[in-house]
């Protein structure tokens, strides 16, 4: 996959078990977050240190001992403080098609009629004994995990409902979605046309707005600017092409939709405290 794509292409698991599981740390090369969505749901937990997350139109600043539950294409992504968390990325169709247990419940959650809640009790001690488990399962992957994984994922969905940690869908959800899918719209945008010239009411007009109140909506969403995102997106395509390519610096500059070399060093520097040059040594 293209670590920077939006839409998540990588292959969760196997086809005939599709769960993933990450542990990150700030060693680990993909403990940034970038904005991306998948169809397939995750949970993320908390270990240690801080996160700033945005999911959907909402920002969370969550800690140590949080539960996050995030449902299929949510759009998500942010910023780890000094952070340790896990992922787990699983195919939630994969593991109810063909339940005979509630079968009515069970498609209300497949068609998004029950929204389960984004932020889970992590002070729960039945919740973190799941949590443990679960997770426990799918990294040591010891013979017969693929049973335990799914038990413990019934087990989680069982207490969800019972609890009631969901909630039903309305129509302010409804609009939520519709801000949530305007973005989606820019952030394409912005990764389909970064290489050329983007001009604010090019991406005002991608998301069906005027351009002053885009800049608002676009802020709410994402906490920067349209073209701080703009940059932001670009120097992360240039630490990519540094990573993987042979090119010049000057080629990635102008790869990226710099034409100004000068230009391209500062604004590397802004968001990564140091130059291209410095960047490529730090990956040998």
């Not at 990325?89 to 098609?97: G, K």
């Not at 013979?143 to 087990?155: A, C, D, M, P």
């Not at 005027?210 to 073209?227: A, G, L, Q, V, W």
């Amino acid at each position: 996959m293209k670590y920077f794509d939006y839409r998540e292409h990588r292959k969760q698991g196997t086809a005939e078990f599709p769960v993933a599981f990450y542990h990150l740390d700030p060693s680990h090369p993909r403990y940034q977050m970038p904005y991306h969505w998948h169809p397939e749901y995750e949970i993320i937990r908390i270990l240690q240190g801080n996160f700033h997350l945005i999911i959907g139109s909402q920002t969370c600043h969550v800690k140590e001992g949080d539960i996050l539950f995030l449902q299929d294409g949510v759009l998500h992504g942010g910023i780890p403080e000094q952070c340790i968390y896990e992922c787990l990325v699983f195919d939630m169709n994969f593991f109810l098609q063909g339940n005979r247990i509630r079968v009515k419940q069970t498609q209300r959650i497949l068609q998004h009629d029950i929204i389960i809640r984004q932020q889970l009790p992590g002070e729960s001690k039945p919740l973190q004994a799941i949590m443990d488990n679960l997770f426990l399962a799918v990294a040591e992957k010891k013979s017969g995990y693929e049973f335990l994984t799914q038990g413990y994922l019934y087990q989680l969905l069982g207490f969800i409902l019972r609890e009631h940690l969901y909630d039903e869908k309305t129509d302010t959800a409804h609009a939520s979605l519709q801000h949530v899918l305007q973005f989606k719209r820019v952030l394409s945008y912005i990764e389909e046309h970064y290489t050329e010239r983007i001009v604010l009411e090019d991406l005002a007009k991608t998301a069906g707005m005027n351009p002053k109140y885009f800049c608002r909506f676009f802020r709410e969403m994402s906490y920067r600017t349209p073209i701080d995102y703009v940059n932001y997106y670009r120097i992360e395509r240039a630490c990519e092409q540094l990573s993987t390519t042979n090119a010049s610096i000057i080629e990635i500059a102008l790869n990226c939709g710099f034409n100004d070399i000068s230009y391209f060093i500062k604004t590397f520097r802004k968001y990564k405290g140091l130059t291209p040059k410095q960047y490529l040594k730090t990956e040998y």
